[in-house]
């Protein structure tokens, strides 16, 4: 069975930064997409981020390029979202999942990445 749990959400100042972490439990990180996606109130889910596996090719929307970076630790199966220069706007629950491949098209497309994680909630205000 997979499981993705997240971690690292909190309180930040705008221009402040986080680290986010997807623990991955029954699939091995390094051979499967990990895309990472956010929801803010009233608003639809969003693909922030992905990672391919084996080459780790990466994804970035437009509105987070420059700032988040995404990395993978295969020793502790691990995807990571490293967020910086962070504004209010990036207020959301942010969430990872599994899916088949990255680019924009299948980002678009939540509901084509599967094993949802319960997610972490990120605000950013002063």
């Known amino acids: 069975q997979v499981q993705l749990v997240e971690s690292g959400g909190g309180l930040v100042q705008p221009g402040g930064s986080l680290r986010l972490s997807c623990a991955a439990s029954?699939?091995?990180?390094?051979?499967?997409?990990i895309g990472w996606f956010r929801q803010a109130p009233g608003e639809e889910r969003e693909g922030v981020s992905c990672?391919?596996?084996?080459?780790?090719?990466?994804y970035y929307a437009d509105s987070v390029k420059g700032r988040f970076s995404i990395s993978r630790d295969n020793a502790k199966n691990t995807v990571h979202l490293q967020m910086n220069s962070l504004k209010p706007e990036d207020t959301a629950v942010y969430y990872c999942?599994?899916?088949?491949?990255?680019?924009?098209?299948?980002?678009?497309?939540?509901?084509?990445?599967?094993?949802w994680g319960q997610g972490t909630q990120v605000t950013v205000s002063s």
């Open positions: 999942a599994r899916g088949s491949g990255c680019n924009a098209q299948r980002m678009a497309v939540p509901t084509s990445f599967n094993s």
């Open positions: 029954g699939v091995t990180v390094d051979y499967t997409a």
């Open positions: 990672i391919s596996g084996r080459v780790g090719l990466t």
